[in-house]
């Protein structure tokens, strides 16, 4: 085996961010967790564990052998819906507010839905690339893997989990993008997912109550509005510098478990203007690092892997702290490597892996490619 | 180097725009791959650039929506009010205080309708409250903090917070405390809700007894709940100043029961006992009947607080005729052995007949004062003429405010000399058609036991701060000489005859001490007249006579059963408080105490020849102590100084206490009820000092 270089700057960054996040784990949840659970650090303890977990598993999948990634692909696919499905199994699936999102084993919850995100990308890369990119062969390219993310999105959409499965559509959509999906495709594509997701919107009350309550939220500042005054009061209150470390005070319960979804407000508050730009740059040196190894990775199946991985965590910070300061309507998605969440970071940190992977195996670590090699070969490797 | 650049991007332009390129190059595959990553790269950043744009204004701008609304939300103005000094009687004992005391509450927010009622039967078991009342409060689902009960047990705390955690939980809040319980407490007045003194000295001195009140704003979470760090702010609020008044926490209570035991044989509508240091004006006990206990701040009676010793003016009657006796001394116009024609107890004066109870022919002024002769007193009143009378009343007190400061507090009244018929004259010297207050009555007395100079009556003796800084410390004032200190030594001289034989005043004798006093039973006055059955039965006394110490005033309003005089019903009451107090200001005693068929001994166990058997010595166990014969129930005076025990067996503790009374003989007292045994035995003799011990049972 060659040594492998993996993308140090991208991994650095993933550090400070976990760092970050835990602290601001701790602040949100300290309090509430001191007075409903005897223990002010039962989250950071529990989200600690997760990041080992992905830490391990996100390691693991660097170092697994590229061709690897692809060679199991399917099988991933296949234990992922199984996944999906044992969430409606009673007994073992575990509903938490009407919904079926967790695989439950004792005080361990395991949420498929996140792995889901990554299997359906894998998948993809790795059929358009083996069809060679040829996308214009709508029957036999074009439609088997617009085919791939449909089960996923099916399975999840039934949890409900509609956030996530949005996520999964996009992150497909944004694949075929980048394997060079035609423009007129890409309108009607887009055009469909809008209207598809648009009567989904409407089709649920609740949903358009949120839209449209988002659009005003003073109209009913005790009701839908609650959350995102909530969210504003905190940003506004933290000013340029913040209010201090631990000094929140919207997390006293005004803010719903403001160490997941809201964690952004709450760093918000107490670190500042300053700390929302320094958080901001952060995501975008990552997603920046994320693009730089979609284009050095040395096959297609790399780069679209890297690509919809990056993007996926991008616009993910992207609508979460747009909710939380109330530019975009709320979704319910979690603040990459911040928010607390068992599964959301083990899945992201395998993410991570994905990405650390294909950076080891890119076209920088070698000379500049002139010719397209096939990948997973011999002779690719060799070429090196 | 920049020409293969520009070929390169039209090559992949060329590609991109094709119509349909057919087999793709994977060349350009990856080029074209590149750029949209690079693309959406770019759009991410953009937005994240939108976000930081959105974040300037949401975060630096001025918004009053929400600034106010985070003003509201997350803070409340609170007000820690400090808690109330104590209130000290003049030994130290405390006679109000202030304590924590739990609170429950409640977050109703946090019940489901289901929860409610069951949750207020079983709090209303648990705490002895109202489930109805319980059930209101706890449904009102829209607040979040609620005051279910003020003062609950402390045992129950622990088990009231288990119920439903999270919505119900012990606030603590200073609470008044009096531990004397009723004690002086129409005199201490209460506090309200507010922390505000509502009655009595509580009232009286509620600027210095309130604390400071520390305001601040408190930062709170969602349910309300405190969660500033700063520390208790309570420590911040200072204690109120500490009252230490002149009352005589034992004095206090001899005069509360003296009061009880004359609810008990006379039944009055309501009762007052004051007592007065003659020579400093202190005010030594002031008790009231009816009364209540002020802890019970819910059930009070606020009417049973009135302390009627400064808000009841009632006519004197009787008690008044010394004063002007004293007066009609003091100008010369008689003295205590001059004669006087009490007309045989029927006297005209104008349209009017003034009669005696006790018809008297021609007597003594003195006598004049023990009979209690109205047409004696009012022909001194005339004597002396109507201007020089009431000025010389006013210069005793009455009608002028007492110096206490109490609320409520009324000054009586006084014809106004000017045009006043003679019947008015004859009547106010006989203390009709003029009112005064109790403490009113008790400074007049003292100023004439004080040899004639009226000394300001005062109850507070001082104030501290919190951290022990006297504020203010109240001395004796001397107010002015009212009457001559020979007419003060006559009068009192006349007044001791009262309670001689014969006299009105006799069940008013102190036990082993002399005293001056006078009587009263005054007609009471309902609905503009004179009742017909009502009377104010009081007794006014200076005790020891020969160098008064204390003035007692005793006062029975409307007495229900038995004799209305007031020699009977106010009498035995100025006598249990003479006794008790001379006796424990260590004033010695100056006459011999006369037997009382009640509290006598028991008659001595009798043999079988009916004669009492003599009582054997126990062994001597030490040879220390010389052995004498047995005496009787006193300390008999030895040849060499020391003092031989008496036989205590079957006595009371009161026995006890006066038979060695004044001999400096330490007594340890074990039990209560009847003496059984004691140590050393009867007949030691014991030298000042030395200890004896009693077991009671």
């Known amino acids: 085996m060659k040594a492998r270089r993996f993308d140090l700057p991208l991994m650095g960054l993933v550090v400070v961010l976990l760092i970050l996040g835990l602290v601001m784990v701790q602040s949100a949840s300290g309090p509430v967790a001191a007075d409903r659970l005897d223990d002010p650090w039962y989250y950071v303890k529990r989200q600690l564990a997760a990041i080992i977990v992905g830490i391990i598993g996100g390691v693991g999948i660097a170092f697994t052998p590229y061709e690897w990634l692809r060679r199991y692909a399917w099988a991933a696919y296949a234990a992922v819906i199984i996944g999906l499905i044992l969430v409606f199994v009673p007994g073992l699936g575990h509903r938490v507010n009407g919904a079926s999102r967790w695989i439950g084993m004792g005080s361990v919850n395991l949420q498929p839905s996140e792995l889901a995100k990554l299997v359906c990308v894998l998948c993809m890369a790795h059929f358009i690339d083996e069809k060679g990119g040829r996308l214009d062969d709508v029957k036999n390219v074009l439609l088997p893997a617009l085919a791939i993310p449909v089960p996923l999105m099916l399975l999840i959409v039934m949890e409900p989990d509609f956030g996530t499965t949005v996520i999964i559509g996009g992150m497909a959509f944004l694949t075929l993008v980048v394997a060079g999906l035609r423009t007129r495709f890409i309108y009607a594509l887009f055009g469909l997912g809008v209207t598809v997701g648009a009567l989904v919107a409407v089709a649920e009350p609740y949903r358009l109550k949120r839209l ?173 | 180097m920049n020409k293969p650049v520009a070929n390169d991007l039209s090559a992949w332009l060329g590609a991109m725009l094709a119509p349909d390129p057919g087999t793709v190059d994977r060349a350009t595959l990856m080029a074209r791959a590149r750029f949209r990553a690079s693309l959406i790269m770019v759009g991410v950043i953009l937005g994240y650039v939108v976000l930081a744009l959105r974040a ?277 116009i008689n003295k205590a052995e001059d004669l006087i024609d009490c007309e045989g107890g029927s006297w005209r004066v104008g349209n009017s007949i003034i009669n005696d109870d006790h018809p008297h022919g021609v007597v003594t002024l003195s006598e004049v004062v023990k009979y209690s002769s109205n047409i004696g007193t009012a022909k001194l009143a005339f004597a002396m003429g109507a201007e020089e009378m009431m000025a010389g009343l006013k210069r005793f007190g009455f009608t002028q405010p007492s110096g206490l400061n109490l609320p409520s507090e009324v000054y009586g009244f006084l014809r106004n000399p000017k045009g006043i018929r003679p019947i008015e004259v004859a009547t106010t010297a006989f203390g009709q058609g003029m009112t005064a207050t109790a403490v009113q009555l008790a400074a007049a007395l003292a100023a004439v036991g004080n040899d004639g100079v009226r000394m300001k009556p005062y109850l507070v003796s001082e104030v501290r701060d919190r951290l022990g800084y006297v504020r203010l410390r109240n001395r004796p004032v001397r107010v002015e ?79 229900t059963i038995g004799s209305k005089y007031g020699g009977i019903v106010a009498g035995p009451g100025f006598s249990l408080i003479a006794t008790r107090a001379l006796r424990y200001l260590g004033v010695p005693e100056d006459v011999p105490i006369e037997p009382k068929p009640k509290l006598a001994p028991p008659p001595p166990a009798l043999g079988p020849d009916g004669l009492p058997l003599p009582v054997v010595p126990p062994p001597m166990a030490m040879p220390a102590p010389v052995k004498v014969a047995p005496g009787p129930a006193q300390l008999t005076w030895l040849a060499d100084g020391r003092m031989s025990v008496p036989d205590l067996t079957g006595r009371s503790m009161r026995d006890v206490l006066v038979a060695v009374d004044g001999a400096g003989v330490e007594v340890s007292l074990v039990g209560s009820g009847r003496v059984v045994s004691q140590n050393p035995a009867p007949g030691y003799a014991l030298a000042a000092g030395d200890r004896l011990e009693v077991v009671l049972q």
């Open chain 1, 212 to 384: 449209r309550s988002f659009m005003d939220p003073w109209a009913d500042a005790a009701g839908s509005g609650y959350q995102v005054i909530q969210s504003m009061i905190a940003f506004h209150s933290g000013g340029l510098t913040g209010r201090g470390l631990g000094e929140s005070q919207a997390k006293h319960l005004f803010l719903p478990e403001p160490w997941t979804d809201f964690i952004g407000s709450v760093l918000g508050e107490e670190l500042g203007l300053i700390g929302v730009l320094a958080l901001l740059t952060l995501y975008g040196l990552l997603i920046w690092r994320g693009m730089h190894v979609a284009r050095q990775a040395e096959d297609l199946f790399g780069a679209l892997l890297a690509t919809s991985l990056t993007a996926a965590i991008g616009l993910q910070a992207f609508f979460n702290l747009g909710v939380v300061m109330g530019i975009v309507p709320p979704k319910g998605l979690v603040l990459p490597f911040m928010s607390y969440g068992a599964s959301a970071i083990v899945a992201q940190l395998f993410a991570v892996g994905l990405l650390l992977n294909v950076s080891a195996n890119s076209a920088a670590g070698a000379r500049a490619p002139t010719i397209y090699r096939p990948s997973a070969t011999a002779e690719g490797v060799l070429a090196r």
């Open chain 2, 56 to 332: 300037v204004p949401l975060m630096l701008m001025p918004d009053d929506r929400l600034q106010a609304k985070a003003a509201t939300q997350f803070q409340t103005a609170v007000e820690v009010e400090a808690p109330r000094g104590d209130i000290l009687g003049r030994d130290g004992t405390v006679l109000a205080t202030s304590v924590e005391m739990p609170a429950l509450r409640a977050d109703p927010s946090k019940l489901t309708a289901e929860q409610v009622g069951p949750l207020a039967r079983e709090l209303a078991g648990m705490l002895g409250l109202d489930a109805a009342d319980l059930t209101e409060k706890l449904s009102k689902s829209e607040r979040r903090d609620i005051l279910l009960a003020s003062q609950i047990s402390p045992d129950a705390v622990d088990a009231v917070e288990k119920l439903v955690p999270g919505a119900l939980w012990v606030d603590y809040q200073s609470t008044r405390f009096y531990p004397g319980r009723a004690l002086a407490a129409s005199l201490l007045g209460m506090v309200g809700q507010n922390n505000q003194g509502l009655e009595g000295i509580e009232r009286s001195l509620d600027k210095q007894l309130r604390g400071s009140t520390y305001r601040f704003v408190q930062q709170r979470d969602r349910r309300g709940r405190n969660i500033s760090t700063a520390g208790d702010a309570r420590a911040r609020a200072h204690a109120g100043d500490s009252v230490t008044l002149t009352i005589e926490p034992f004095i206090q209570r001899a005069a509360e029961d003296a009061l009880d035991q004359m609810m008990i044989t006379s039944a009055p509508a309501a009762a007052i006992a004051v007592v007065m240091d003659v020579k400093t004006g202190e005010i030594l006990a002031i008790a009231n009947r009816p009364n209540a206990n002020p802890n019970d701040v819910s059930t009070i009676d606020v009417s049973a607080m009135r302390n009627r010793a400064v808000a009841d003016a009632h006519e004197p009657g009787s008690v008044l005729k010394p004063f002007v006796v004293g007066l009609a001394v003091d100008k010369g």
């Open chain 2, 481 to 559: 000489r009212v009457i001559s200190e020979e007419a003060a030594d006559s009068l009192v001289k006349m007044m001791i005859t009262v309670l001689e034989t014969g006299g009105t005043g006799t069940k008013a004798r102190p036990e082993g001490f002399s005293a001056a006093g006078k009587t009263g039973t005054a007609q009471k006055v309902v609905d503009g007249h004179y009742s017909a059955t009502a009377r104010v039965s009081s007794f006014i006394g200076l005790t020891p006579a020969n160098d008064p110490r204390l003035a007692i005033v005793v006062i029975g309003d409307t007495p």
